[in-house]
T-cell receptor, first 117, second 113 residues
Framework: GAVVSQHPSRVICKSGTSVKIECRSL??????MFWYRQFPKQSLMLMAT?????????EQGVEKDKFLINHASLTLSTLTVTSAHPEDSSFYIC?????????????FGPGTRLTVL | AQSVAQPEDQVNVAEGNPLTVKCTYS??????LFWYVQYPNRGLQFLLK??????LVKGSYGFEAEFNKSQTSFHLKKPSALVSDSALYFC???????????FGQGTELSVKP
């Protein structure tokens, strides 16, 4: 089956620093990747949709200058949380949608737990 | 606008009993519906989907869901619950515009031995 990985799985950083999270589709090409954040025991909130080779589309209320998304290849998208603050602490999950067969499905990564001190 | 509702925050079931996790939706046009399960500190795992065809959809781990157009529901079911089924379950509908998934609030399923 389609596998999506995220790195790192867990990160702790100091307030004011930037953190990069990688999302990779391991055995398929993903034209579109999605970034979500999830607070404890709550639903997933879509932050942005990224298409390979073009700028990400951000959801209303998500600061694009704070959450930088790059989708440089068909297998890799990155989310950079710039100048992180404690309120950015959350569980970040990416998903990837394949070209062609399986287009209707999204495959989710295992998530990255970000803690900002 | 598309939306999904999961009316129950928590469902408690005894092991071996049937379980139902409810989901209702609101979409314009034909819905693409999904169920996902999430274990603690993990990403989402796909269980099943309805795109078209039979109203009863069978998925992973013995789960199934019934699409009911008149009631705009897509309830998740399993004939005999296992303790290992305890997790957070999300119903989702695919937005017809950009293809993104819109998730329900989630239902925490607790199966006790």
């Amino acid at each position: 089956g389609a596998v999506v990985s995220q790195h790192p799985s867990r990160v702790i950083c100091k307030s004011g620093t930037s953190v990069k999270i990688e999302c990779r589709s391991l055995d398929f090409q993903a034209t579109t990747m999605f970034w979500y954040r999830q607070f404890p025991k709550q639903s997933l909130m879509l932050m942005a949709t990224s298409n390979e080779g073009s700028k990400a589309t951000y959801e209303q209320g998500v600061e694009k200058d704070k959450f930088l998304i790059n989708h440089a290849s068909l297998t890799l998208s990155t989310l950079t949380v710039t100048s992180a603050h404690p309120e950015d602490s959350s569980f970040y999950i990416c998903s990837a949608r394949a070209q062609g067969v399986g287009y209707n499905e999204q495959f989710f990564g295992p998530g990255t737990r970000l803690t900002v001190l | 606008a598309q939306s999904v509702a999961q009316p129950e925050d928590q469902v408690n079931v005894a092991e071996g009993n049937p379980l139902t996790v409810k989901c209702t939706y609101s979409v314009s046009g034909n819905p693409y519906l999904f169920w996902y399960v999430q274990y603690p500190n993990r990403g989402l795992q796909f269980l099943l989907k309805y795109i078209t065809g039979d109203n009863l959809v069978k998925g992973s781990y013995g789960f199934e869901a019934e699409f009911n157009k008149s009631q705009t529901s897509f309830h998740l079911k399993k004939p005999s619950a296992l303790v290992s089924d305890s997790a957070l379950y999300f119903c989702a509908v695919r937005d017809t515009g950009g293809g993104k998934l819109i998730f329900g609030q989630g239902t925490e399923l607790s199966v006790k031995p």
